[in-house]
């Protein structure tokens, strides 16, 4: 079955230049709600220095309609972070980091040794609450200020993530430069190591191949996907990425290959409608 895990509110609203009210955000989380999306990343728990546009999580999630049977997730990069999620009851964390060293320092301060580090205590306490964890790897193809990432290096972060106990891992083209023979040849080298069970796919759309990407990592058994509704996103520390592979586009795609998505693309334009004027930019459709 599909996934689509709507990153929007989270990797979205993080990298807009406009400063986006809470009571927008909350409805936005609350439309999205109503597209029959599984899980929806409605903020993150880092440090209100280091991204400032998501200082205002903990009322976000303390103020939606949480729609039962959708999962409502967070970004944590480190215990602290894992407690202000549990304090407003996120229902499933993500840590994050990279497979290249340059940019972890830069969007964590910390080498990826250290980061995997500060992820034991909390997937140690997550366990204990039985809170699911998810696990980012950025930059699994190309890094803003390394270049071409080795496919070896991403899967050994990935083993790492794996055997510190994450229930997902998320592979993320964080600039958006990755083709499909790059998707083809890191999922290749995944296969047999990491159950494709346990994989999603974080595409930006900077060079338009999120999509084609998307459809190959269909190909190779991946079923889970990270979007933003309209494009939304970015992250703040890698220059020059672009917004997620639109939420829009992917159930398009999916659905023109064969598969059925449980995803209501009219409830999404709501979402939208709520969003855009926000930000002040048009978004995808
Ligand atoms: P640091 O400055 O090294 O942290 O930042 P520190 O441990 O030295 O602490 C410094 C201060 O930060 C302290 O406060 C801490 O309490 C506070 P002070 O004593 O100075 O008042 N602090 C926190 N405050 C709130 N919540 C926390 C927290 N942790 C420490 N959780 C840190 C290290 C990791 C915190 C920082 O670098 C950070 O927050 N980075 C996050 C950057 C980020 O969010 N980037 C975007 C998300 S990743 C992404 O978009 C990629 C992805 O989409 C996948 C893809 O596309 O590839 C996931
Ligand atoms: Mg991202």
């Not at 586009?249 to 998505?261: F, S, Y």
């Amino acid at each position: 079955m599909i996934r689509i895990v709507e990153v929007g509110p989270r990797d979205g609203l993080q990298n807009e230049a406009a400063a986006i009210p809470t009571d927008v955000k909350v409805a936005f989380v609350n439309a999205l709600s109503q597209a029959g999306l599984p899980e929806i990343e409605a903020g993150a728990f880092v440090s209100p220095k280091w991204v400032p546009q998501l200082a205002d999580s903990e009322d976000v999630f303390r103020r939606i309609a949480r729609r039962p049977g959708v999962v409502y997730s967070a970004l944590v990069p480190n215990l602290q972070g894992y407690e202000r999620a549990r304090a407003c009851r996120a229902d499933k964390v993500a840590v994050f980091t990279a497979a290249s060293e340059t940019f972890n320092r830069r969007n964590v301060n910390a080498s990826i040794e250290e980061s995997l580090e500060r992820f034991r205590p909390v997937l140690a306490e997550a366990r204990r609450d039985g809170v699911p964890v998810r696990g980012y790897i950025s930059t699994a193809f190309w890094c803003p200020y390394e270049g071409k990432v080795k496919p070896e290096k991403t899967l050994e972060v990935a083993l790492r993530l794996k055997d510190l106990g994450v229930a997902e891992l998320s592979i993320g083209d964080t600039i958006g430069k990755a083709s499909p023979p790059e998707v083809a040849e890191l999922l290749g080298l995944l296969a047999g190591r990491v159950p494709v069970e346990m994989l999603a796919v974080h595409f930006h759309d900077t060079y338009g191949r999120a999509v084609a990407n998307v459809l190959e990592a269909r190909r190779r058994g991946v079923r889970t996907f990270d979007a933003s509704t309209g494009g939304l996103g970015g992250c703040p520390y890698a220059p020059g990425a672009s917004g997620n592979v639109a939420t829009e586009a992917v159930v398009r795609a999916l659905r023109a290959a064969g598969d059925e998505v449980g995803v209501d693309l009219e409830a999404l334009a709501r979402a939208r409608a709520v969003i855009a004027p926000a930000v002040g930019r048009a978004l995808a459709e």
